[in-house]
């Protein structure tokens, strides 16, 4: 049997999401839960609630992507599900659930790794040539890829600390924005001075692909402590030197591993490539240079199940089949 319309699921951290997508491009629906207000009281994701939360959920939200679709389960080919990195019991949730309709339904499925996903998500719009540099920025994740094919990419430097999105989500806590805090600081970014508050660059003088954010967050941390009570005007403006140093700092790799490639082609993907700054600065180098800069839209950047439903088309027409006993993994690249 042939592959076209796969039913994805997306479980590895706080969003609970399904999507049905028809040939790995068109999105027939893809709806994702957020789990923003259940963790926002405690400032960050318990992993605990995360995982109570997908099972509460997971049901309902598949129901409610196929009824979008318009498509009965018998109208499936096959089943993807996002098997690590992520939270354990928070994937063991969409894996289970996933493993379960494919026996029921004799289907095929397979497993995939949520930030090769990530950077499949760009395919859902705009079909692009391999090679090219991959850059994933997420809340768990900062990594440069070099990408040759589906299923044929290797690792160039990853954080050796925070992820930048971690970064985004402390200093507006700091900040007292509460959480999640990167689209905040986005927001208000516009409002302040990226040149007010000069803060560190880390490795930039240093020749390789890593990153680290840790440095940075203490130095607005230290920051804000010495000056105590911020004014609005003093916290737009942290929020845009901060925004500012990390922009600066994914830029700045990710040309160099441009040039070291010699690719004219990068993917930026993950929840920070929804950063308008990011993207701002780097379709303007970009254009100088003549490479070309592929980010996915909004909806696509943060965790979803389309990109999982995208990736998990490709690995099933190439026939790979996963068996029933298939593992999650919290950790890996
Ligand atoms: O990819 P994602 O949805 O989940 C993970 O796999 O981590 O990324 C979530 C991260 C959070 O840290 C969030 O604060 C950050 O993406 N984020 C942003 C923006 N929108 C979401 N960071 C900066 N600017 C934004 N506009
Ligand atoms: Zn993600």
Not at 115 to 144: C, D, M, N
Not at 251 to 274: N, S, T
Not at 315 to 324: E, K
Request: proline share 4%; hydrophobic share 40%; charged share 20%.
């Amino acid at each position: 049997m042939s592959i076209h319309v796969v039913l994805g699921i997306e479980t590895s951290c706080d969003e609970t999401s399904c999507a049905l997508v028809l040939n790995g491009r068109e999105v027939l629906s893809n709806i994702v839960a957020s789990q923003d207000a259940v963790h926002a009281p405690y400032g960050g994701i318990v992993p605990e609630l995360a995982s109570r939360c997908h099972v509460e959920r997971i049901h309902s939200i598949v129901e409610e992507a196929l009824k979008k679709a318009n498509l009965s389960l018998r109208e499936i080919d096959g089943i993807a599900v996002t098997s690590g990195p992520g939270l354990m019991g928070s994937l063991i949730v969409g894996l289970s659930y996933a493993k379960a309709l494919a026996y029921a339904l004799k289907l095929p499925f397979c497993g995939v790794n949520h930030l090769e996903a990530h950077l499949q998500a760009i395919f859902l719009e705009k079909p692009l040539p391999y090679p090219f540099i991959g850059l994933l920025v997420s809340g768990g994740h900062t990594s440069l890829y070099d990408v040759r094919g589906v299923g044929d990419f290797t690792i160039l430097g990853t954080t050796r600390d925070d992820a930048a999105g971690e970064a985004f989500d402390k200093v507006a806590k700091i900040l007292g924005l509460g959480y999640p805090g990167g689209r905040k600081i986005d927001e208000l970014s516009k409002l302040g001075n990226p040149s007010a508050i000069s803060f560190p660059r880390p490795f930039l003088e240093e020749e390789n692909f890593d990153f680290s954010f840790s440095g940075l967050k203490t130095a607005v941390l230290n920051q804000v402590n010495r000056l105590g009570r911020l004014t609005d005007q003093e916290i737009y403006d942290f929020c845009a030197s901060f925004q500012e140093a990390v922009v600066e700092t994914l830029l700045y790799r990710a040309f160099k591993a441009l040039e070291k490639k010699q690719y004219q082609r990068i993917v930026v993907a993950g929840g920070v490539a929804a950063n308008s700054r990011l993207r701002n600065a780097f379709e303007t180098k970009g254009n100088a240079r003549g490479i070309e800069i592929f980010f996915p839209s909004l909806s696509l950047c943060t965790d979803n199940a389309a990109m999982v439903a995208a990736l998990g088309y490709q690995y099933l027409s190439l026939g790979r089949r996963d068996a029933w006993d298939l593992g999650a993994f919290a950790s890996g690249r």
